[in-house]
Each structure stands twice: as C-alpha cells, then as structure tokens.
C-alpha cells in the first residue's frame, strides 16, 4: 500500500532547459520596459526627446556675497609644504615632504603668516600662490604662545595680494564666517558657517593659554590650519589653528586665534624675528604644591629672579632654613588688575605687556596684603 496520498503520472514530464527560461524572461521584460518607455532606442519615450531644463533664475543676494567674498580672498591664501632632510642610507640629504597647511599673505614685502604648528619641525618650506606658482620659503620668526609663524618669499609684489585685515574685538556670536584653506592636500577650499563662541580659551604648543579664542562651526579640517578666517565683508578676523575631535576630522568645533593678537605679534616678529615679552622676575610654584602647602588662592613664589623688577621691590621667595623647615614665600593675589587665582594667571595677566612697563602687583606676606610696583624685565633672560 501507498504512503503518500500524490497522484503520480503515468507519462514522462516535459523538461524545459534553464537557458530557455532566461531568455524567454529576458525578452518578457524587455517588452514590457519599451511599452512603458524606459528603453532608448526600442520606441520608448526616452529616445524621443532630452528632458528640458528647468530655468534657474538669479543667484540669491546671500549666494552672490558668498562667491564675491572667495573670488576676492582666494588670491591672498596659499598652500605650504613643509620638506624635512633625512637619508638614512647614505651622506646625500634629501628634502622628503612632511606635511601640509595653509597660510595667508600679509604684505607686500612677500610674508606669510600661518601657524607655527604648521611649520614645526620641518627644515625648509614650499609656498604655493593660488597662480600655482610655486616660492622657496624661509622663516622670518614664530610665537609659539600664540602658535603663530612668519615665513617669507621673494616673490614680485604683481604676485603678491595681501589679506584684508579686519577686527576681533567687536565681534558676536551669530556672525557669519567663511574659512579657505587646503583640507587634506586640496586646494583654495571654502567653508562657511557662524561664530558660535567667543572669549574661549586653548593651549598653545608649549602649553601656555591662548585666551580670547573666536569658536566657529566653520568647517576647519587638517589642511586648513594657518589658513584666514574672514568675516562677510571678507577681512581677516582670525587663523584657524585646530578642532576639537576625537577622530582628527571636522566635528562643528573649531578654533581661530583673534586678528587682534595677529596685528600684535606679526610686526614685531617682522621687525625682529621674536616676541619681546615683560616678566615679573618670579617663578611660581606650581599649584598642586602650592595647594599642599596650605596656599588656596593666588600663587605661591618659589625664587625671585635676581636684578628682576620683583627682587628689586623685595618679594620674598620661598626658602628651607638650616633646620629643613619651610618658610613660605609672597603669594601673588593681583597683578595688572588681574586676580590670580592660579600661576598660569600670571601670564595671562601678562599678555601684551613689555619689558620697561610698569605694573601694579598685589602681595599677601603672612597675613599682610601689599601693593608694589613692579618694572618688567624681560621674559627671555
């Protein structure tokens, strides 16, 4: 008896080749694209005619400014390779390409500002105009508390379209911004986006504190440091020096060091190839110890420089008797109307003054406050 209950025929089955199948669902489909219009050529509508194009109309205001803005700046920004030197294998030197930026024409005279971390390390420099053409670079001088640089060409001034400079000091969140520049090697790069934080503040190469940072959503990728950062009447407000991201790449925060600090910095290392700065005479414990040692506010000094302007008022530095024990020094709470909370307050308090300047500095000594003048002394001593 049968388990299964399925007829079976009594007559062969037809078979029918694969390749037949294909074909003949091929040609079904085939039909039916031509009928409803999708083959060129076999009849449908797409052979008949092109689409016609829809008419665009005039750029908006907004779009216009924007590509004036670039057309107008784009000639003043340029692209920097930086070579290094290094044969392992024999006594030739070799000038090997290390990396790349942007910088930005700030005169006549051939001069190139960028960061300083854009030229950090490397041994000669390539400029490159927005011609194309392309002009050996030598350094003419580098803050690197403000992480700026100066190169310098020789290139004719008929090359030559130095940057509108503007201002930092009035600006407002909300304006908006427009950063060139040469991301991941690709040149004269345009990103626009608004002012989204100001008075921020960042560290610089060797550590020390840029304050008054311009924060910008400004699309700034590695490339585009050292490159300009303009506002809408297309003057430099700023140099786009790094990004806040976890991965290396652009993630909405960016930072521009203010114009005002460049108009500050780039004179003086064009007139002498440094930054002369004003220091008290002090060095300051650092405040993990001073904290240990009882001190909560203000900073704790360590020595006194000698022939400063603090060892000429008397400050007081902290010392070990012959009996190891610790006599604490003055604890600096004002210095140039500026409350230290902290040593790197010093500095900051410092910012712009030069050697020669007077400036008003409130002590604690025990439980006594005093206000002294000090003359600055120069910090590169």
Avoid: C
Avoid at 18 to 24: E, G, N, R, T
């Amino acid at each position: 008896m049968r388990d299964d209950l399925t007829p079976r025929s009594t007559t062969p089955a037809a078979v029918v080749p694969a390749w037949l199948v294909s074909i003949l669902l091929v040609a079904v489909a085939g039909v039916m694209l031509q009928n409803a219009g999708f083959l060129p050529g076999f009849g449908g509508r797409a052979a008949k005619e092109a689409r016609p194009i829809t008419p665009r109309g005039d750029l908006s205001e907004d779009e216009k400014s924007t590509i004036q803005i670039f057309r107008e700046a784009s000639p003043s920004v340029v692209h920097i390779t930086t070579l290094g030197r290094r044969d392992h294998l024999s006594f030739n030197v070799l000038e090997i390409p290390e990396g790349t930026g942007t910088g930005f024409i700030y005169d006549d005279a051939g001069h190139i500002v960028t960061n300083f971390h854009v030229i950090r390390n490397a041994q000669s420099a390539r400029v490159m105009l927005a011609d194309n053409s392309t002009w050996d670079a030598t350094l003419t001088g580098f803050e690197l508390d403000k992480d700026i640089a100066v190169l310098k060409i020789d290139a004719p001034p008929g090359r030559l379209k130095k940057v509108a400079i503007g201002e930092s000091a009035g600006l407002q969140v909300g304006q908006k911004v427009f950063a060139i520049g040469s991301p991941f090697g690709l040149d004269q790069t345009l990103t626009t986006g608004v002012i989204s934080g100001l008075g921020r503040e960042i560290e610089s190469q060797n550590g020390h504190p840029i304050e008054g940072v311009i924060q910008t959503d400004a699309a700034i990728n590695p490339g585009n440091s050292g490159g300009p950062l303009l506002d809408s009447a297309g003057r430099l407000i700023g140099i786009n020096t790094m990004i806040v991201s976890p991965s290396g790449a652009y993630s909405g925060v960016g930072f521009a060091v203010p114009v005002d600090i460049v108009n500050q910095v780039v004179p003086e290392l064009i007139r002498s190839g440094r930054v002369e700065k004003g220091s008290l005479g002090v060095k300051p414990f650092d405040d993990s110890i001073a904290r240990r040692l009882g001190i909560t506010k203000g900073a704790l000094v360590d020595r006194v420089v000698e022939n400063s302007g603090a060892a000429a008022v008397g400050i007081v530095s902290t010392y070990l008797d012959q009996n190891d024990v610790i006599h604490l020094g003055d604890v600096l709470l004002e210095v140039a109307g500026r409350t230290i909370k902290s040593a790197g307050d010093i500095q900051k308090a410092l910012d712009g003054k030069k050697p020669g300047e007077e400036v008003t500095v409130v002590i604690a000594r025990g439980s006594t406050q005093l206000t002294l003048p000090i003359k600055l002394v120069s910090a590169r001593r």
